[in-house]
C-alpha cells in the first residue's frame, strides 16, 4: 500500500502489481500461503493478482470476509437484517471466486468475538438487555455470533464443498461457546499475540476445540509492557 494511502486502498488495482515483487520475496523467503482479509472491489483485477501469486511463485490465498465488524453503522450479528446482508456478501464472494485454483480456503471474520469478549464494537438487541447480566449477556451475543457463522459456514460448503472453511477470532475467552455451535467449521483461524512464546495455548485449544489450527497472526511487538519502553534486545532475539 502506497505512502498515503490507508486500508481502503484497492492494492489489486495497482497498475504497478506489487504482488509480483512481493511474491517474488515470501517465495525465497519460503512462503507458500497468504491471507487476504477481503477481496477487492473489481473481482476481475483480484483473481489476475491471486492466480499471479500461484501461477508465477506456487503461493496460494486464503480468501477471507470480516463480516462487516468493521463497517458503519456498526456491525450488530443480533439483527436479522444484518446477518442476511452478510451472509449475500459472503456466499456472492464464494460463488465469484469458486473457481480460481490458487485459492486453498475461504475465512469467516477476524477478531469479531472482540465485541463481546473485549467489547470492542459492542452490540445487543432487546432480548439481550432483557438479560440484565452481564455474564448472561455475554454469553447471550457469543451463541448468537458463532452461530451465524455456522450457518455461513453450512451455505458456503454447499457452493464449494472441496474446500475449507476457517472460524477467525482472536484469543480463546469464548471457544469453549464456539465448539459447541460451530460444528460445521474445519479449522480455527487463531489470532494471539502471546509474546515470544505461544505458552499453552496449543494445549488450550486442543482440550476446548480439538480441530486444526490456523494462526492467521502472531508475534511479539517491541513494546514491553513490564518495563513501559520498548525492548530491542528482546524484540531481536524473538526474530
Given at each position: 500500500i ?7 486502498y ?9 504482488w ?9 523467503a ?5 491471507r ?15 492466480n ?6 506456487g ?5 477471507g ?9 456498526p456491525?450488530?450479528?443480533a ?14 464472494m464464494?460463488r ?9 480456503g475461504?475465512?469467516?471474520?477476524n477478531e ?5 469478549d ?6 445487543s ?6 438479560l440484565?447480566?452481564?455474564k ?13 457463522v455456522n450457518?455461513?459456514a ?24 464456539a465448539?459447541?455451535?460451530?460444528p ?5 483461524g487463531l489470532?494471539a499475540y502471546r ?7 496449543f ?5 476446548t ?23 530491542q ?7
Amino acid at each position: 500500500i502506497p505512502i498515503g494511502k490507508d486500508f481502503e486502498y484497492d492494492f489489486w488495482a495497482d497498475p504497478g502489481k506489487p504482488w509480483l515483487t512481493d511474491g517474488k520475496l515470501m517465495k525465497e523467503a519460503g512462503v507458500n500461503t497468504v491471507r487476504i482479509y477481503r477481496t477487492g472491489k473489481h473481482p476481475k483485477l483480484t483473481k489476475r493478482g491471486i492466480n499471479d501469486l500461484y501461477r508465477k511463485f506456487g503461493i496460494r490465498t486464503f480468501v477471507g470476509h470480516y463480516l462487516g465488524f468493521w463497517d458503519w453503522p456498526p456491525a450488530n450479528y443480533a439483527s436479522g437484517n444484518f446477518q442476511k446482508k452478510m451472509t449475500q456478501e459472503v456466499l456472492s464472494m464464494v460463488r465469484e471466486y469458486k473457481s480460481e485454483p490458487g485459492i486453498i480456503g475461504w475465512i469467516l471474520g477476524n477478531e469479531n468475538n472482540y465485541s463481546f469478549d473485549q467489547n470492542v464494537r459492542g452490540w445487543s438487541s432487546d432480548e439481550i438487555d432483557k438479560l440484565n447480566d452481564p455474564k448472561k449477556m455475554w454469553e447471550a451475543r457469543a451463541r448468537i455470533y458463532y452461530r451465524f457463522v455456522n450457518e455461513l459456514a453450512k451455505e458456503v460448503k454447499k457452493i464449494d464443498p472441496s474446500r475449507p472453511v476457517v472460524l477467525g477470532i482472536g484469543e480463546i475467552k469464548s471457544l469453549h461457546i464456539a465448539a459447541q455451535e460451530t460444528p460445521d467449521i474445519d479449522v480455527l483461524g487463531l489470532i494471539a499475540y502471546r509474546g515470544a512464546t505461544f505458552g499453552n495455548l496449543f494445549r488450550q485449544v486442543k482440550q476446548t476445540y480439538d480441530k486444526p489450527v490456523l494462526m492467521t497472526e502472531f508475534g511479539a511487538d517491541r513494546f514491553n509492557a513490564y518495563t513501559r519502553e520498548e525492548d530491542q534486545v528482546s524484540q531481536a532475539r524473538f526474530i
